[in-house]
């Protein structure tokens, strides 16, 4: 069965601090999904990385994958409040299906 | 934009009702998702489908059945609704499985069931 972990759950950062989150997830796969969801909101995708040492960067947020280790990083810097939303990593369970299993999520609070 | 649109935001019923939440996507989309999402637990799979007429189980299908008559309509039942169903409903589209396509969600369907 896989399994997909985020940790961790609940992050409180203070505006311009770095740091990350991580997504480990328990068998094989080359592809790994990062979503943002904001409080009431629906799911808005971030990145898909499709193959080992993919990394992808928008803005403050950058994502790396590294599928040996079965582990996705997505890493925040100089954080600001817009960032705060709950972070979801998704592994496709079955290669090419789109069928993801997915985290339970890190809810990101940033504060002044 | 692909726009997922799923018909209530809010939704109560009571225990045993049967109940519909109904989902359409705009883009042709080939693939259709219903996930439930719960606090803690994250996302969980409850059924998909391929194509018009296909479904198949998701990691949760239990209490659950779902139709899709159309390729742009995908839609969840619940049977005989429990108290254990109360939850948010995302519906997800993307447009054919083995194309790295992301999935879009719709804004999602909060369900409480009394």
């Known amino acids: 069965e896989l399994k997909v972990e985020q940790n961790p759950l609940f992050l409180s950062m203070q505006e311009g601090k770095n740091y990350t989150i991580y997504c480990n997830y328990s068998?094989?796969?080359?592809?790994l999904y990062w979503y943002r969801q904001d409080p009431g909101k629906s799911l808005e995708s971030l990145f898909v990385?499709?193959?080992?040492?993919a990394v992808k960067q928008e803005g403050r947020l950058m994502a790396s994958l590294d599928t040996k280790a079965r582990l996705s990083t997505l890493h925040i810097t100089a954080a600001v409040h817009d960032l705060s939303a709950t972070y979801f990593c998704a592994v496709d369970l079955f290669y090419n299906t789109d069928k993801l299993i997915f985290g339970t999520g890190t809810r990101l609070q940033v504060f002044p | 934009d692909v726009k997922v649109t799923q018909s209530s935001r809010y939704l109560v019923k009571r225990t045993g009702e049967k109940v519909f939440l109904e989902c359409v996507q705009d883009?042709?989309?080939?693939?259709m998702f219903w996930y439930r999402q719960d606090p803690g637990l994250g996302l969980r799979l409850i059924y998909f489908?391929?194509?018009?007429?296909?479904?198949e189980k998701g990691d949760i299908p239990e209490g659950y059945s779902v139709s899709r008559e159309k390729k742009e309509r995908f839609s969840l039942i619940l049977e005989s609704a429990s108290t254990n169903q109360t939850s948010m409903y995302l519906c997800?589209?993307?447009?054919?499985?083995?194309?790295?396509?992301?999935?879009?969600f719709g804004s999602g369907t909060q369900l409480s069931v009394l």
């Open positions: 997800a589209s993307s447009f054919s499985a083995g194309n790295n396509e992301k999935l879009f």
């Open positions: 068998t094989t796969s080359d592809r």
């Open positions: 489908s391929y194509d018009v007429k296909m479904k």
């Open positions: 883009m042709d989309h080939e693939n």
């Open positions: 990385l499709l193959s080992n040492g």
